[in-house]
Each structure stands twice: as structure tokens, then as C-alpha cells.
């Protein structure tokens, strides 16, 4: 791990391993990206970041700076310790200014040679309460994404800062101590995102013409075959969703609050989390999609869902569920494709059938 250990930070901290944090296909190297040289004790200091494949998106041409802990793969972990460190760079942020982070802070340099999704997660314990921020340089008036515990954002090449800040309460305390940071980031392909023309006739007896613009709707979680059931279904809407939440994160690597319950009981299925066909595997089950459809396109059909006017899209799962619950809508989604399309509850939306159907489902961005 390439870590800027003249922070003050406990020995530990800066020898945190490098580890990935899912099941999926690891998008770095693994290995040094500075050919080898070291300063301070073995510590290396270019910040290069290894993906897909190894190669150094900066070739190390940028010393990471003393008070910085420069990323140099992904996945990337680093335990800390607030307790232990000095800077106080931030005591706000323009993406939430009105929230108090006037405790200390550790910014982690991050630099990108693709456009793709940046992601981090902070964990920390009961007392102690620790942010991330997303900046586009070390100023707190370019924050683009913040949380308390997990974001995502799409970003393009170049240098990013990713800062765990202490937030301090209404009392003036510090909510200081010992905290794991994961970072992540994942390419994002782009593709022609042509979709089908055909009419889709759906359950209540009309037709809607694809591709079509209109309202989706903000879906719950399915069931898949990796759940730990027995072969089953949850009794209750929250029945080890938590445990659902790491596995999606695991396959999917979107990093995010994820907040949503189980599908209800009744709806689509019968049972809690049951959609209206058989369930899904994860990789589809984080990204799918419903419709009024008057018969079921297969499991797995590939959809394009876009936000109009940007070409950011999601290429997403049909065939698993019949919905959405409300017919003045014309789709429903995941809430993992809503994060990543920056849109909500009833937003508007464009869904059709996609005419390549091996695209890999997950984010896009269409080169139309």
C-alpha cells in the first residue's frame, strides 16, 4: 500500500494491506508501480494506480505529498485513527455545509486514467463517526458526493481526493478513533446504446411503444440463489438484508447506502423478496428492471435505461419481475441504478430493449 506515513497515524495504519473486498475480477496489477524504488523506510511515494491489467496511469511522475496518502491499486484498504492525526484541513464542505466536520482528517489522492465509477466506504465503530468526501482538488468548495458511511460517482480521467473527516457534534465534540476506509473504482464502458423499436403490449390491456420516456418508479430488493434461505424466503421485509446489501456490493462492486427492503409480500411474488419469475443471480438482481408486460420477456433480457439528455445509462436485467405497483409508471429499477443515474422516485426515464444482447449489465456511457 502506498501510504504518506508522515502522517501522524499509528504504525498500523500505514502498513494496512491492499485487499479485495468482493468475489469479483480484481482490476489491479497487484504490483509495485514505481519499478521498484523506495524512500522513507520502504515506503513508496509515486501514487501511480494499477488497473485493468497494471498499468500506472501517472507513471509516477507526481510525488505524493507529505500530509496525503496517495492510492496505488484497487481495491484499496486502509485502517486509520483520527485519534492519532493532526490535520484539520476542512471544518465543512460545499456538498453539505450546514453539517460540522471540524475534527481531523486523513485525504487519500486517487488518480484515474479512464472515465469509470469512483466508490469508498467507511467503517467505523459506535462513538466514533467518521464522513467521506469526494473532491476534485484539496479545497472543501469541490466536493461532489459526501456520506456517512458509502458513495459512488462517476468520474472522468484525472486526480481525485477521497477525505475521512470527523464530525463533530452538536456539542463540539469530536467523534475521533479508529476507522477502515475501502476504495474502489471501476471503468465504465461505452457502448452505442441503440435500442429496439417495437410496441410492448402490456398487462392492462394497451400498448407502449418502445423505447419510451416516462416515470420509473424506485423498486425493493429480490431474493437470489446466494441468499442464505435454505431455499427459501424471508418472513419479514428486512429478514437478513443487510447480509443481501455485501453480497450485491460484492458482485456488482457499486458501492452505496443501500436502504430498500424486500420486495413486499404479495406483490409479484408471494413470498417476501419474490419477484414474478426465478430468482435472480446478483449480477442481475443489482441492476433490474420491470415493466407492465403482457408476457414475461425471458430472465435476463437485456435493458437499456437512460436518463434523457446524458449519456449515462444502465444496461439492466428484465424478465424477473412484473411492475412496477403503480400503472401510472412505465418501469420500475433498482436503487443501485437510480444512485448511479443521479434520479429518484417517479424521475424520468427512457427504457427499451437493447439490440445487442450480450452487452454486461451495470453502467454505461452511450457514445451517442
Known amino acids: 500500500m502506498a501510504a504518506a506515513c508522515a502522517l501522524a497515524l499509528a504504525a498500523s495504519a500505514c502498513g494496512g ?62 485502517d486509520g485513527d483520527t485519534t492519532l492525526v493532526t490535520t484539520r484541513r476542512f471544518a465543512a464542505y460545499s456538498c453539505r ?14 488518480v484515474v486514467d479512464r472515465p469509470g465509477i469512483l466508490g469508498a466506504r467507511v467503517t467505523d465503530a459506535s462513538f466514533t463517526d467518521i464522513d467521506v468526501h469526494f473532491l476534485r482538488t484539496l479545497d472543501a468548495t469541490a466536493c461532489f458526493g459526501r456520506d456517512d458511511a458509502a458513495l459512488s460517482r462517476f468520474v472522468e480521467p484525472g486526480t481525485y481526493y477521497v477525505v475521512a473527516d470527523t464530525w463533530t457534534d452538536g456539542s463540539g465534540v469530536e467523534r475521533i478513533g479508529p476507522y477502515a476506509l475501502d476504495i474502489d473504482f471501476t471503468p465504465v464502458p461505452t457502448i452505442a446504446c441503440a435500442m429496439r423499436s417495437e410496441p410492448l403490449p402490456r398487462a392492462q390491456g394497451d400498448t407502449l411503444q418502445l423505447p419510451a420516456t416516462g ?21 419479514a421485509t428486512r429478514m437478513e438484508i443487510e447480509r443481501h446489501y455485501a453480497l450485491s456490493e460484492q458482485t456488482t462492486r457499486y458501492v452505496m447506502r443501500r436502504t430498500q427492503d424486500w420486495a413486499p409480500f404479495g406483490e409479484g411474488g408471494s413470498q417476501f423478496g419474490q419477484g414474478s419469475a426465478a430468482k435472480p443471480p446478483l449480477g442481475h438482481e443489482g441492476w433490474y428492471v420491470n415493466m407492465y408486460w403482457r408476457t414475461k420477456p425471458a430472465p435476463g433480457t437485456r435493458m437499456l435505461i437512460r436518463k434523457p439528455g446524458t449519456p449515462f445509462a444502465v444496461v439492466a436485467a428484465a424478465g424477473y419481475e412484473t411492475g412496477p405497483g403503480s400503472i401510472t409508471a412505465i418501469g420500475g ?19 427499451g430493449f437493447t439490440v445487442d444482447q450480450t452487452l454486461p449489465f451495470g453502467p454505461v456511457r452511450c457514445a451517442d
Do not use: K, M, N
Open 17 to 78: 494491506a491492499t485487499s479485495a473486498t468482493d468475489g469479483g475480477t480484481r482490476i489491479d496489477g497487484g504490483a509495485s508501480v514505481d519499478g521498484g524504488a523506495s524512500v522513507d523506510g520502504g515506503v513508496r511515494i509515486d501514487g501511480g494506480v494499477r488497473i485493468d491489467g497494471g498499468a500506472s496511469v501517472d507513471g509516477g511522475a507526481s510525488p505524493c505529498p507529505a500530509d496525503v496518502v496517495c492510492v496505488d491499486q484497487f481495491p484499496f484498504h486502509h
Open 97 to 110: 455545509p450546514t453539517t460540522s466536520e471540524a475534527g481531523p482528517d486523513v485525504a487519500y489522492r486517487v
Open 215 to 235: 416515470p420509473v418508479v424506485l423498486e425493493a430488493h429480490l431474493v437470489t440463489p446466494t441468499e442464505p434461505f435454505d431455499g427459501g424466503w424471508p418472513t
Open 333 to 351: 429499477a433498482t436503487e443501485e441504478i437510480h444512485d448511479y443515474l443521479g434520479t429518484g422516485h417517479r424521475d424520468t426515464l427512457t427504457l
